[in-house]
């Protein structure tokens, strides 16, 4: 990806690294000049992905649209198959693009506001897709219509409906199941739902403008959060808000961890802030979006403890009984106005029912029960179940060592509360790719080192591939599998090293920049 680089930077490499994108703003050498050509290959990505998506990606079954006309070739055989293709190569150009917008951001050309734009540039043609590798917000849609049919959505799935246009749409894992989701996100799902009728079309584009509300919450909070943890706010934009995780996962899904995130962020920085009852209010609206966030308040507490003026149990006694008082009165309000009830913690039991091997307590199971059954006929569920129970083990381990070493409070509580969100993202029952999103959002703002960076951008694109377009699992298509690995890999040494396959023989001009190894 990009030109090859021939220069070598003049110092030290433990104290700083060339990084050259090749073409890109070579001339002009204003400060932070904005990358033209890197934000047009993405924004070409984007509307790739938009046009191929009413073909490849979850389609509505009665497309009132293109279901039937001259248009509708694009949605079955062949021309679903060239859809596809499509929607892969526009995916590409989006991560080539993101690719090489880092490299001018570890290069110190490009500030904060190209990054943004360029964020925005690819994020605004999926406002108007269908869901993209995924076809988790039609159940959204019919969860927020079970309330306006007199149904209870922790009790009973969208199947009671009768809704043919709302029902047939949802995934068929989820028309049986109840709704994991908290009191808040089924007030927004109701009003959407209220909105839009059985207009599913609509009701996708309405519930992505909700969930933008998450993206604006974090988009708040970012530039506060690296002045309390450390990082640097250009490159923490790139991972958090251009990266392909949010574009193509949190918005072009959409996924309701959008909104979760940015109340988990905006809370986070208001108790950093001294705010803190105004930040414990909005980390338990994310909890009512999903519980995941919850998580987060005892590391807050001790963060809130940390600003108090007495002695240390003290301190935290207070801080333990005003956060216990804030959560318990806006989550009671938040469940009383959604007209739900509490049970919402017995559905969130449905997605231990998803087994795939991104979990690493269920990939163990599923490996363990592979190597016995050579020899004996063993039940796969015990080996997994049992793995699972030892899994949940482990994260409350890791989780209350964490959280007392976050004693003292400060930016070093969120760092090992970033910590404990992306342990239960990868030992819980069931993970799905957008989950390590809950931890990352907040690990974005630390500061990060070139290597580790590469890493991440490997494993982002890994996990938007893990699905097919259309929301399918691929996690168990082995030769698919080791295709998406090889183009991680790819993605991640192209960070710091151009044109690592050595496909370019034409240089153009090459600036090399010192920067520092840590950004």
């Avoid at 509307?47 to 649209?65: E, H, K, N, Q, T």
């Avoid at 109840?178 to 996100?185: C, D, E, K, L, N």
């Avoid at 959407?192 to 998450?214: E, Q």
């Avoid at 808000?241 to 996924?255: K, Q, S």
Wanted: with cysteine.
């Amino acid at each position: 990806m990009g030109a090859d680089d021939a220069s070598t930077a003049n110092t030290r490499s433990d104290q700083s690294e060339t990084v050259s994108d090749g073409r890109d703003d070579q001339v002009d050498r204003r400060p932070n000049p904005l990358p033209v050509r890197t934000i047009a290959l993405g924004t070409a990505g984007s509307l790739m992905i938009l046009l191929s998506a009413f073909g490849a990606a979850g389609v509505l079954i009665s497309d009132p649209v293109l279901g039937h006309g001259p248009l509708s070739w694009i949605r079955y055989g062949h021309g679903k198959m060239l859809a596809t293709a499509t929607l892969y190569i526009g995916f590409a150009l989006v991560v080539w693009a993101w690719v090489r917008l880092g490299r001018h951001v570890l290069a110190g050309r490009v500030g904060s506001r190209p990054v943004l734009v360029g964020a925005a540039c690819w994020i605004a043609p999926l406002l108007l897709a269908p869901p993209i590798f995924t076809r988790d917000v039609f159940s959204y849609i019919a969860q927020g219509a079970l309330p306006l049919y007199g149904q209870d959505p922790y009790a009973v799935g969208p199947i009671v409906l009768g809704l043919q246009e709302v029902v047939q749409n949802v995934h068929p894992f989820w028309q049986t199941t109840p709704a994991p989701y908290g009191p808040m996100f089924i007030l927004l799902a109701k009003g959407v739902a209220w909105v839009t009728g059985t207009n599913m079309i609509l009701g996708v584009i309405l519930m992505r403008l909700v969930l933008l509300g998450g993206l604006a919450m974090l988009l708040w909070s970012l530039p506060g959060l690296v002045r309390h943890l450390g990082g640097h706010l250009p490159t923490t934009l790139w991972l958090a808000v251009a990266g392909p995780m949010t574009v193509v996962h949190l918005v072009g899904g959409p996924h309701n961890d959008l909104l979760m995130v940015g109340f988990l962020a905006a809370g986070t920085l208001c108790v950093l802030d001294r705010k803190h009852v105004l930040g414990i209010a909005l980390v338990t609206l994310g909890a009512a979006v999903k519980a995941t966030a919850a998580l987060a308040l005892p590391f807050l507490v001790w963060v809130w403890a940390g600003h108090l003026k007495s002695t240390f149990w003290k301190n935290f006694t207070r801080a333990v009984a005003a956060a216990v008082a804030t959560t318990a009165v806006v989550f009671t309000a938040v469940t009383l106005i959604a007209g739900v009830n509490l049970g919402w913690f017995n559905a969130l039991q449905a997605p231990t029912m998803i087994v795939n091997w991104l979990s690493i307590p269920t990939a163990v199971g599923e490996v363990a029960h592979s190597i016995v059954d050579i020899f004996f006929d063993a039940n796969k569920s015990w080996f997994v179940n049992t793995t699972r129970v030892i899994g949940g083990l482990l994260f409350f381990a890791i989780a209350i060592r964490q959280w007392w070493l976050s004693r003292n409070g400060g930016a070093d509580a969120v760092r090992r509360m970033s910590y404990v969100l992306f342990a239960v993202a990868v030992l819980s029952p069931a993970t799905l790719p957008w989950y390590l999103t809950w931890g990352f959002v907040i690990a974005a703002a630390l500061p990060w080192q070139r290597k580790q960076l590469a890493i991440l951008v490997g494993a982002a694109v890994f996990l938007v591939l893990t699905y097919s377009p259309a929301g399918e699992d691929l996690l168990y298509n082995w030769p698919f599998i080791l295709c998406a690995v090889a183009v991680s890999i790819l993605s991640g040494v192209s960070l710091v090293r151009n044109d690592p396959l050595h496909l370019f023989t034409n240089h153009d001009e090459l600036i090399t920049v010192d920067t520092p190894a840590k950004v």
